[in-house]
């Protein structure tokens, strides 16, 4: 008997191709894009209806499916339609909600990528749902601002850096209070931060590169349009404390090409930087800009370096740029390298001091808790009208200051000396002992206490290198940046030795505090100047005093049109901070200037864009006093 299997392999075949149709809908992958339907109009702010669907045991909210699109719905960073898109969800994928934010709402993909649709396009679905792996992979940053990488779960702990948004991280693990522990490339650091920013896998747009010169599409467009996205390099958000905020002014540098200044640069960076509509983290990606091409450089502009990439100008990270002309970083005594040391600045002090006899006589202020000196160098003469004090290395991650420092030293005196009538005391590395610990990162019994003292109080959850590496203190475990009389001890998150934040028992007790405490009192200068890193702006008020207020502004305001490091309408103020104390205390002019973009200790690359920046401040310091 002849049976007719006709209709079972129709069958058959159909069931083929629904499974391949859920298979491509899971996989939201070469879905051409078209813009979608306008949604259902809906009262500002209303949350769209809740869909009690009973769900299948560990799922851990509501079960949907996209519904009422053309082509796609995206996935967005944030519950705004202009946000950066994720993804491309085709019709009938299946999706977990979270939670909703009024026209949106926070969902999960079975790849494991989180963010936002519009929960117009939302309806209840019985489709299986696979919950992704939670086992530690690449993980991206999906934040509206910058993401804080914190030193402990909490968000009281002690920050290590920022992350960009679009960055990506690995994910080592949950903890306590909805924190993750992470490993940051950027900021070559482990640290936690909010689980809740977080999704799985890398975020790239399928486009080719070639796709990524066009410009990106202004607020406001449609929920299917493109955006380019990119991760990007850390940078301090200018809204998140203590980063200042507002802006009062955004300086903008000299022309590179002028004076012999560079203008050709490369990218040095692990894969690419993203070329950004305005100098922000939050601004559009133009295009990406990968590891090694070459960018004309136009300006600095705060933390950002506006160049000219393949005919399209944008901003990027500055610190990750390097000049192709590096006849520049050539001086008389002092080579810039990774962790300039004690030893090798003291070596390149004798050196200069027997190269230019007369011009440079270098001395110390006294001895650090470990019997190191702290050097003085006096630069110009004796009977100068103008006396002004410049310091660095006041905390000991921050050793690159002292580098920049002491470059600037070199090409000053190669170049001359400094003005008529102006004399220059530099402390180039208040704090050696700190620098020593940062650097040389060998656990000490003295240092092993702080460090579990540290541990058990949640202030860091570091393994012993990377929380020496960040090392501010002094050998005694004291901020010396909050060891002054000015308010001392307000708001003080430390109350004993730690490797940063703890002020001490009282003002000036510890040998370096003290011995430039004495100097200070003892001598009448005209103004000082102090280098910190990191954040690329720069501070020049303190207190209620106007004509001096007057005084700090107007050097800085030079200093930031000189170096395109924008000027903070705050003061920057520590509590026991050494800038306070001068201004304070003393009645001095005094700015502050933070170098640098990313987290400390600075890596060795940002050396370039920072001398650059940086070269002609001393020189402008003097040309300012001698004229007020």
Not at 554 to 562: F, G, K, M, N, T
Not at 590 to 597: A, D, K, L, M, Q
Request: aromatic share 8%.
């Amino acid at each position: 008997m002849r049976r007719n299997f006709g209709p079972f392999f129709s069958l058959l075949a159909a069931l083929l191709c629904l499974a391949a149709l859920l298979g491509a809908c899971r996989a939201a992958q070469g879905v051409k894009e078209s813009p979608l339907p306008s949604p259902p109009a809906q009262t500002p702010g209303q949350t769209p209806p809740f869909h009690e669907i009973p769900l299948p045991q560990g799922l851990p909210g509501e079960l949907c499916e996209v519904a009422g699109v053309e082509e796609f719905l995206s996935l967005r960073v944030s519950d705004q339609s202009s946000a950066v898109r994720v993804r491309k969800l085709p019709g009938g994928c299946p999706l977990l909600v979270l939670e909703r934010h009024g026209d949106f709402a926070r969902v999960l993909t079975e790849g494991g990528e989180r963010g936002y649709v519009m929960s117009a396009y939302l309806r209840p679905s019985s489709l299986p749902f696979t919950l992704p792996a939670a086992e530690a992979g690449a993980y991206t940053v999906v934040c509206r601002s910058s993401l804080s990488l914190f030193e402990a779960p909490s968000l009281q702990a002690e920050r290590i850096g920022r992350i960009a948004p679009g960055s990506g991280v690995t994910l080592l693990g949950e903890a306590e209070n909805g924190f993750a522990r992470i490993l940051s490339p950027d900021l070559n650091a482990e640290g936690y931060a909010l689980l809740s920013y977080l999704s799985f896998g890398r975020l790239n747009d399928p486009e080719p590169p070639d796709a990524f010169l066009s410009p990106s599409p202004s607020p406001g467009a449609s929920a299917g349009s493109n955006p380019s996205r990119s991760p990007s390099p850390a940078v301090p958000s200018a809204s998140a404390q203590p980063s200042p905020s507002p802006v009062k002014t955004q300086g903008t540098s000299p022309k590179p090409g002028e004076d012999g200044r560079p203008e050709l640069f490369t990218a040095s960076c692990s894969q690419y930087l993203s070329l950004r509509e305005r100098p922000s983290s939050d601004a559009p990606s133009l295009c990406q800009i990968a590891n090694g091409a070459e960018v004309k450089l136009l300006s600095y502009t705060g933390a950002f370096a506006k160049v000219s990439y393949r005919g399209v100008e944008g901003y990027v990270l500055a610190g990750y740029l390097k000049p192709q002309d590096r006849s520049a970083f050539k001086f008389t005594a002092v080579q810039p390298k990774e962790n300039y040391s004690y030893a090798q600045m003291m070596g390149d002090i004798q050196a200069l001091e027997e190269q230019y006899p007369g011009r440079l006589r270098a001395g110390s202020i006294g001895q650090s808790a470990l019997g190191k000196g702290i050097p003085l160098l006096i630069l110009g003469e004796a009977s100068a009208k103008t006396t002004l004090l410049v310091t660095a290395g006041i905390h000991g991650r921050e050793h690159m200051t002292s580098l920049l420092l002491m470059a600037q030293i070199d090409r000053m005196l190669a170049e001359g000396g400094p003005p008529a009538g102006v004399s220059y005391h530099v402390l180039p590395m208040l704090n050696p002992d700190g620098v020593q610990i940062s650097q040389g990162r060998e656990m000490t019994p003295a240092l092993r206490a702080i460090y579990e003292a540290d541990r058990a109080a949640g202030f860091t959850s570091l393994g012993e290198k990377e929380y020496l590496a960040r090392w501010k203190a002094n050998a005694n475990g004291i901020d010396l940046n909050r060891n002054f009389a000015r308010d001392f001890g307000k708001g003080a998150k430390r109350n004993g030795p730690s490797s940063s934040l703890y002020p001490g028992a009282s003002p000036e007790d510890q040998p370096e505090s003290r011995a430039l405490g004495e100097y200070l009192r003892s001598h009448k200068f005209k103004a000082s100047l102090h280098f910190h890193a990191y954040g690329s702006w720069i501070y020049g008020q303190y207190g209620s005093d106007e004509t001096l207020n007057r005084l700090s502004l107007s050097l800085a305001e030079r200093l930031s049109a000189l170096s395109g490091y924008p000027l903070s309408a705050e003061s920057g103020e520590e509590g026991g901070g050494l800038k306070d104390y001068l201004q304070g205390e003393l009645k001095l002019p005094s700015v502050t200037i933070e170098i640098g973009t990313r987290a400390c200790p600075l890596p060795f690359d940002e050396f370039y864009t920072i001398w650059l920046r940086n070269e002609g401040i001393l020189r402008a310091l003097g040309d300012w006093a001698a004229k007020n």
